[in-house]
Structure formats: structure tokens, C-alpha cells
């Protein structure tokens, strides 16, 4: 049954990275297709990502009253019926506004799926199981370029949104038919917006949970640097075709993967804080690792690549022990909290990807850089996140 629920909550979570991930080799292809700058086509990137950070504040707290099924199911209706238009869409305003609406969409699985796990288990099975998820998740961003590659060579490029179309009528289903409700109605919150409201601003309070989750989005910013240049930086810079996205996120998610299968080992192993650190060891060996290398050297294949796939085995050994900490201060309001951490995550990941990525992916060294002081300030947040003792509500 553990394995069933992995399988489809990890399902739940490539939602979004599909999304992210699968039209990025067509970028070009979109620009010319609407006459429009590679700047504007950028904006249906940033946009999605300013909307998926934006509601991830509210589906935790809407499973919270409403419970977790009911809020998965509708999302996918939106999140559907976007993914149509956007395959319809006959203008880049026509594509940003459905862009826009698969954004709003596209979270509710992996913040309503980390509430589940949290009503499911606890300790370090919790932390086991979050860390499965993770590891088949991260399969998502690595095929989605590849396919989205083929796709467009193959279809053009609206056959990757008929694509994510059909990827979330499948999870509709799925989800109506293979998930329990785990959240009793007894344990249910009215849907009080002064009590909601006040929920809210006990987590702002909370600045040790703050830090935790800048902790990990600032960490994660460093992927969302790559993947927001990604188009540039294969293309440009590796000077390869719309075909060869592996070579990044093979690398890239395959670290994840990786990083994901060993923190769900150690879980029973190792303290989490000094998993943590590990983590961030690992992170900043490969922080300077890319900075070297692109400072003496020419960025070519497979050297380019080999410190993402470093840097995100970190990020991996680093995310799941992290996010189980600060989730923890609030067992009473997971669902709440986990959209207060998903917004804080997503909404870093939106700024570097949608507003630093256009300033660096210019260069491999500039990127180098940028994804080394995105982590010294998430090694920052962390440090800050020991000081005092911490309150659990």
C-alpha cells in the first residue's frame, strides 16, 4: 500500500515540473510561431512560476477544511482544462493567460501530498517515505525536456500541451479512484478566514521555520537558476540541439534521484541535523567545483554538467530532513504550513529562475557564480535557524 501511495503522490508532484520542464526546447519555436521576443516567451515561464508559488499559500490551507481529495481533484480540472488552451492558444497573450491559470493550478499535489504524508506517518517513516516520493518525482524533470525535445522535433510544439493535458486527466483519475481521504472530517478546520488569517501570521511569526524553508528554496535556487537558462544554456552555450536536453537534467535530476534513495536510508541512520550538513557539504564542494571549472575552461559536455549532478545529490540529502523539521512546529496545521513552505520555496525559485536567470545565462562562469551565492545564503539561513530554542505549536 506504501508503495502505491508513493507512486501517486510522486505523481501528484510531477505535475508542476512537467509543466515547468517539458516546453522548454520550445522556446524558440514558440517566439517565432508568435513573433515574439525570447524575453516574452521567457515571461510564460516566470508567470507560471509567480502563480504556482503564489497559491501554493492556500492549498494546504483548503485541504486543511475541506480536506485533501477534494482540493487535488479540482486543481486537476483547472489545471486541464489550461493545458488545452494553451495547446489552442492562437497568440503569446492567449498562451500567458492559460499559463497563468496552469500555474494557479499545478501545485495542490505537492503540497497536499506532503500534508498527507504528515497525516500518515510521523518520525523517520515519514521522513522514508517523503524521500521515495522525491526520488521517483525526480524522474519528472529529467524525461520532461527529453520528451518535450522529441515533441517538438516530431509535433510542434502545442503537442506537448495536449501532452500535459493527457499526463493530468490520468492523475484525475487516479486520484479519484486509488487515493483515500486521510484527513477525517473531526480533524477538519472551519474555514474561518479570521482564525485562517491568524494561522497564517503565527508561521510568519515562526522565524525559525522561515529560516528552514529560505534554508531549502535558496538551495533549490541554484537548480532553479539552470532550469530557467535551461533553453540558453544547451542550446547557446553547449551549442547542442532541441534534442539534447539530457544532458542536463540527466545529470541534474539523476544527483536528486540519487540523493533521494540514500536520505531515505540514512533516515534511521543519521540525526537530521547532521544529515543536513552533509548535504551542505556536498552542495558547496560542488559550488566550487563549477566555479573552477568554467573560470579555466571552455563549458562543454560532460564536464559542464558533472557538478550539477553533484550540487543536486546534496540538495537531495539536504531537502527531505529539513522540510520535516520545520514542518514539525506545526502539527496541527500541516496543511497550512506546508503551503507557507512551498510558497516560500516556490516563490525564491520564481525570482532566480524568472528575474536572475535572464542577467547570467549568458555565461556558464556568471551561472557558476550565481548558483554558489544562492547557496551561501541558504548555508546562511540554516545557521541562523540554530540560534535559540525552537517551539513546536
Known amino acids: 500500500m506504501n508503495i502505491l501511495l508513493t507512486i501517486l503522490l510522486a505523481g501528484l508532484t510531477m505535475v508542476g515540473p512537467l509543466a515547468i520542464d517539458t516546453y522548454l526546447p520550445s522556446f524558440p519555436a514558440i517566439g517565432v510561431a508568435f513573433g515574439a521576443s525570447p524575453i516574452m516567451v521567457q515571461q510564460t515561464l516566470s508567470m507560471f512560476l509567480f502563480c504556482f508559488a503564489f497559491m501554493m499559500l492556500f492549498y494546504g490551507t483548503l485541504s486543511d477544511s475541506f480536506g485533501r481529495r477534494p482540493v487535488i481533484l479540482v486543481s486537476l480540472v483547472l489545471y486541464i482544462a489550461a493545458s488545452i488552451g494553451a495547446a489552442l492558444a492562437p497568440s503569446i497573450g492567449v498562451l500567458l493567460a492559460c499559463r497563468i491559470v496552469q500555474g494557479l493550478a499545478a501545485g495542490a499535489g505537492s503540497v497536499v501530498g506532503r500534508a498527507i504524508v504528515q497525516d500518515r506517518f510521523t518520525g523517520a517513516a515519514a521522513q522514508k517515505i517523503l524521500a521515495h516520493i522525491m526520488m521517483v518525482f525526480g524522474l519528472a524533470p529529467a524525461i520532461a525536456p527529453v520528451l518535450g525535445g522529441w515533441l517538438q522535433v516530431s509535433f510542434g510544439w502545442r503537442s506537448i500541451f495536449w501532452f500535459l493535458a493527457a499526463f493530468g486527466i490520468v492523475m484525475y483519475f487516479a486520484v479519484q479512484r486509488l487515493l483515500p481521504e486521510s484527513l477525517a472530517v473531526k480533524d477538519r478546520h472551519p474555514f474561518h478566514l479570521g482564525v485562517i488569517a491568524r494561522n497564517y501570521w503565527k508561521v510568519l511569526c515562526h522565524h525559525h521555520f522561515l529560516l528552514l524553508a529560505i534554508?531549502?528554496?535558496?538551495?533549490?535556487?541554484g537548480v532553479a537558476l539552470y532550469i530557467g537558462s535551461a533553453a540558453y544554456f544547451v542550446m547557446n552555450i553547449l551549442h547542442l540541439p532541441e534534442t539534447a536536453f539530457a544532458w542536463m537534467f540527466v545529470p541534474l535530476i539523476g544527483g536528486m534521484v540519487v540523493g533521494s534513495a540514500l536520505s531515505g536510508k540514512f533516515a534511521h541512520r543519521f540525526a537530521r541535523k547532521t544529515q543536513a550538513w552533509m548535504g551542505f557539504a556536498v552542495m558547496i564542494l560542488a559550488g566550487v567545483i563549477n566555479?573552477?571549472?568554467?573560470?579555466?575552461?571552455?563549458?562543454?559536455?560532460?564536464?559542464?554538467?558533472?557538478?550539477?549532478?553533484?550540487?543536486?545529490?546534496?540538495?537531495?540529502?539536504?531537502?527531505?530532513p529539513i522540510t520535516l523539521m520545520a514542518l514539525e512546529y506545526f502539527p496541527n496545521n500541516s496543511g497550512l504550513a506546508s503551503s507557507m513552505q512551498s510558497f516560500v520555496q516556490m516563490l525564491l525559485f520564481a525570482l532566480v529562475s524568472g528575474l536572475l536567470a535572464p542577467l547570467l545565462f549568458d555565461s556558464a562562469l556568471n551561472l557558476a557564480w550565481g548558483v554558489l551565492g544562492s547557496l551561501l545564503v541558504a548555508v546562511l539561513a540554516w545557521l541562523l535557524a540554530q540560534v535559540g530554542k525552537p517551539v513546536v505549536h
Do not use: E, K
Open 215 to 221: 534554508a531549502v528554496g535558496m538551495s533549490f535556487a
Open 291 to 320: 566555479v573552477g571549472y568554467n573560470l579555466y575552461f571552455t563549458a562543454a559536455v560532460p564536464w559542464a554538467v558533472l557538478p550539477l549532478f553533484i550540487y543536486s545529490f546534496g540538495l537531495s540529502l539536504m531537502m527531505t
